[in-house]
């Protein structure tokens, strides 16, 4: 009888919440083997990874691609070598089968390939494109470790009942659960309901394992946990961080079910806490796994890029981040003087080139053809343009990435500048609205973030957050001359898009209907812009993108 088969009545298993990086799979591995030493240091029989772990998720049409195939069934073989006299691994990789690529967990056991499980239930909604690379396994049946029967469910597996009561029909004992489940406000709680749900009618325990770090738009927020069999959280990990999770099992001599301890149960964050360290890890991990030396972004002493420019510090120190203020004859004096104070209490290095020039000799080269014409929204975008060149410049002759700071609420109807202020390689709050850019300013005021590299206290002075909005492109100029309120604007936007609410239903509910259909007009109109814009942090359930996909062509009304 070998060690897998022996009967045992107490487990130890490791929830390895790790920050994998879709295509290394060299590094990917390394962090593997480095979770197996720490689980075999702390007596661990089990190390259990996120979904797809060894090649990071989501690994989009990379799956394609043999070679990259090739690597992964050779980083796996060599992982299951090293189980052989430490504990065993359960590993996410993309893994072919008779019927093609299958989204699999595998488990690696004394020096071998103990068992392969199939994700059955693939997304193909929202974010999630598997249909389009991987083939549905089927129902799968319990693997044997140490005589005990894990149940595999692969991430989306756990939001429909099939999978599991297939697996407690089969005899599992315990509910695995490997997943990468980016980051949504709101969405641990989501997550939650369907993993007691599953423990509900299987009256089974469950581990839950996700993923941490940024993958282009996605972040991952981490916060794997442990439920007993009486619904009972008996562990969680940290969220926004790579951690491990310790779970300590024992089996009821009496009633032959199996049981978590109580192990350590970090507490959730609130909302803005939530939206200010998805933004935080999104931006440290676009910028360092693309190599980038740091961020440039234009600081106008507004609200959007003093988030934006704190965001930078706390993702990636100050030595990092360049601020430049580009004043127009437009820029009020408050603007110059919050902007200096924002700089000086994030420590960044920080110029002021004045665009006044270009503008001129923007005037004087259109002149010609613009005579007789009025001065309007075409010289206030060349202000804007003028600026993006600058940053563009800054880029191309020292290296940083140029961080776009646009919200939500402004890539919604358009307020914004094609190749002007919409310049940049990512931007963090492309999915923050207006109303959550004000409350996340507040918050980071009071409250500096677990493992922010920026100062503590005040980031910002509370004029930044208080006074009235403004893009400063023509005397006294205010957003709301353009725009509803945001607490109007807000409230509409995501009606129609997180929503997904028609005009009728909406005034129904009570809002103006000039206003909605003004805001749902300018909503459809600047989709192209939209698709020209630099991806950024994904925050709520309905992000431009990769997400909301709406034709450019579109006369649906």
Same mark, same amino acid.
């Given at each position: 009888?070998?060690?897998?088969?022996?009967?045992?009545?107490?487990?130890?298993?490791?929830?390895?919440?790790?920050?994998?990086?879709?295509?290394?799979?060299?590094?990917?591995?390394?962090?593997?083997?480095?979770?197996?030493?720490?689980?075999?240091?702390?007596?661990?029989?089990?190390?259990?990874?996120?979904?797809?772990?060894?090649?990071?998720?989501?690994?989009?049409?990379?799956?394609?691609?043999?070679?990259?195939?090739?690597?992964?069934?050779?980083?796996?073989?060599?992982?299951?070598?090293?189980?052989?006299? =430490?504990?065993?691994?359960?590993?996410?990789?993309?893994?072919?089968?008779?019927?093609?690529?299958?989204?699999?967990?595998?488990?690696?056991?004394?020096?071998?390939?103990?068992?392969?499980?199939?994700?059955?239930?693939?997304?193909?909604?929202?974010?999630?494109?598997?249909?389009?690379?991987?083939?549905?396994?089927?129902?799968?049946?319990?693997?044997?470790? /140490?005589? &005990?029967?894990?149940?595999?469910?692969?991430?989306?597996?756990?939001?429909?009942?099939?999978?599991?009561?297939?697996?407690?029909?089969?005899?599992?004992?315990?509910?695995?659960?490997?997943?990468?489940?980016?980051?949504?406000?709101? /969405?641990?709680?989501?997550?939650?309901?369907?993993?007691?749900?599953?423990?509900? #009618?299987?009256?089974?325990?469950?581990?839950?394992?996700?993923?941490?770090?940024?993958?282009?738009?996605?972040?991952?927020?981490?916060?794997?946990?442990?439920?007993?069999?009486?619904?009972?959280?008996?562990?969680?990990?940290?969220?926004?961080?790579?951690?491990?999770?310790?779970? &300590?099992?024992?089996?009821?001599?009496?009633?032959?079910?199996?049981?978590?301890?109580?192990?350590?149960?970090?507490?959730?964050?609130?909302?803005?806490?939530?939206?200010?360290?998805?933004?935080?890890?999104?931006?440290?991990?676009?910028?360092?796994?693309? %190599?980038?030396?740091?961020?440039?972004?234009?600081?106008?002493?507004?609200?959007?890029?003093?988030?934006?420019?704190?965001?930078?510090?706390?993702?990636?120190?100050?030595?990092?981040?360049?601020?430049?203020?580009?004043?127009?004859?437009?820029?009020?004096?408050?603007?110059? #003087?919050?902007?200096?104070?924002?700089?000086?209490?994030?420590?960044?290095?920080?110029?002021?080139?004045?665009? %006044?020039?270009?503008?001129?000799?923007?005037?004087?080269?259109?002149? =010609?053809?613009?005579?007789?014409?009025?001065?309007?929204?075409? #010289?206030?975008?060349?202000?804007?343009?003028?600026?993006?060149?600058?940053?563009?410049?800054?880029?191309?002759?020292?290296?940083?990435?140029?961080?776009?700071?646009?919200?939500?609420?402004?890539?919604?109807?358009?307020?914004?500048?094609?190749?002007?202020?919409?310049?940049?390689?990512?931007?963090?709050? /492309?999915?923050?609205?207006?109303?959550?850019?004000?409350?996340?300013?507040?918050?980071?005021?009071?409250? /500096?973030?677990?493992?922010?590299?920026?100062?503590?206290?005040?980031?910002?002075?509370?004029?930044?957050?208080?006074?009235?909005?403004?893009?400063?492109?023509?005397?006294?100029?205010?957003?709301?001359?353009?725009?509803?309120?945001?607490?109007?604007?807000?409230?509409?936007?995501?009606?129609?898009?997180?929503?997904?609410?028609?005009?009728? #239903?909406?005034?129904?509910?009570?809002?103006?209907?000039? &206003?909605?259909?003004?805001?749902?007009?300018?909503?459809?109109?600047?989709?192209?812009?939209?698709?020209?814009?630099?991806?950024?942090?994904?925050?709520?359930?309905?992000?431009?993108?990769?997400?909301?996909?709406?034709?450019?062509?579109?006369?649906?009304?």
């Amino acid at each position: 009888m070998t060690i897998t088969d022996a009967p045992i009545d107490r487990l130890n298993i490791l929830l390895a919440q790790i920050n994998p990086t879709v295509g290394d799979i060299d590094g990917n591995a390394a962090m593997l083997r480095h979770a197996l030493e720490r689980a075999k240091a702390a007596g661990a029989d089990l190390v259990v990874g996120p979904e797809l772990c060894l090649c990071g998720y989501p690994p989009e049409d990379l799956v394609y691609r043999r070679a990259f195939l090739d690597r992964v069934e050779e980083a796996v073989s060599a992982l299951a070598a090293e189980t052989n006299d =430490g504990p065993a691994l359960i590993v996410g990789a993309p893994w072919r089968v008779d019927l093609g690529v299958v989204n699999a967990a595998l488990l690696l056991c004394e020096g071998e390939i103990r068992a392969v499980r199939a994700k059955h239930h693939l997304p193909n909604y929202g974010v999630f494109d598997e249909q389009r690379v991987f083939t549905p396994g089927p129902l799968p049946e319990p693997v044997d470790f /140490k005589g &005990v029967r894990l149940g595999i469910l692969v991430c989306e597996d756990m939001w429909f009942p099939d999978v599991a009561a297939n697996l407690k029909e089969h005899g599992a004992e315990i509910l695995v659960v490997p997943n990468g489940s980016p980051f949504e406000v709101d /969405k641990h709680e989501v997550r939650l309901n369907h993993a007691v749900a599953r423990v509900e #009618e299987t009256h089974l325990p469950l581990i839950y394992v996700n993923q941490v770090g940024g993958q282009d738009e996605l972040v991952f927020d981490g916060a794997s946990f442990v439920i007993n069999s009486d619904y009972a959280l008996a562990g969680r990990a940290a969220a926004w961080a790579e951690d491990d999770l310790l779970t &300590v099992w024992t089996k009821s001599a009496r009633f032959g079910t199996w049981n978590a301890d109580s192990a350590r149960v970090e507490p959730p964050d609130d909302r803005c806490a939530a939206i200010y360290q998805a933004m935080m890890l999104g931006t440290r991990d676009y910028v360092n796994k693309n %190599g980038f030396p740091g961020v440039i972004l234009g600081l106008s002493g507004g609200v959007d890029s003093a988030l934006a420019a704190a965001v930078a510090v706390d993702a990636l120190g100050r030595d990092r981040v360049r601020c430049v203020m580009m004043p127009s004859p437009y820029t009020s004096e408050h603007s110059l #003087e919050d902007a200096a104070a924002i700089a000086e209490t994030l420590g960044v290095e920080y110029d002021t080139i004045n665009i %006044g020039p270009a503008m001129g000799a923007f005037d004087t080269m259109l002149e =010609g053809v613009f005579e007789g014409t009025e001065v309007g929204i075409t #010289e206030e975008n060349i202000q804007s343009r003028a600026r993006g060149i600058v940053l563009m410049a800054l880029s191309n002759k020292f290296g940083p990435m140029v961080l776009s700071t646009g919200n939500k609420s402004e890539m919604s109807v358009g307020y914004a500048t094609l190749y002007g202020d919409m310049n940049g390689g990512f931007n963090p709050l /492309k999915d923050v609205y207006k109303l959550d850019v004000f409350g996340t300013c507040r918050w980071r005021n009071e409250n /500096k973030p677990v493992g922010a590299l920026g100062p503590e206290g005040r980031v910002m002075p509370d004029r930044v957050i208080s006074k009235p909005p403004s893009a400063e492109l023509r005397p006294d100029q205010k957003d709301e001359d353009s725009l509803p309120g945001y607490e109007i604007l807000d409230a509409v936007l995501r009606g129609l898009n997180e929503d997904q609410k028609g005009v009728r #239903e909406l005034v129904e509910d009570g809002f103006d209907a000039d &206003v909605v259909e003004k805001v749902w007009t300018l909503l459809n109109r600047a989709e192209y812009k939209r698709r020209q814009a630099p991806p950024g942090v994904k925050i709520t359930s309905m992000a431009f993108g990769r997400e909301r996909r709406y034709p450019i062509t579109n006369r649906y009304k």
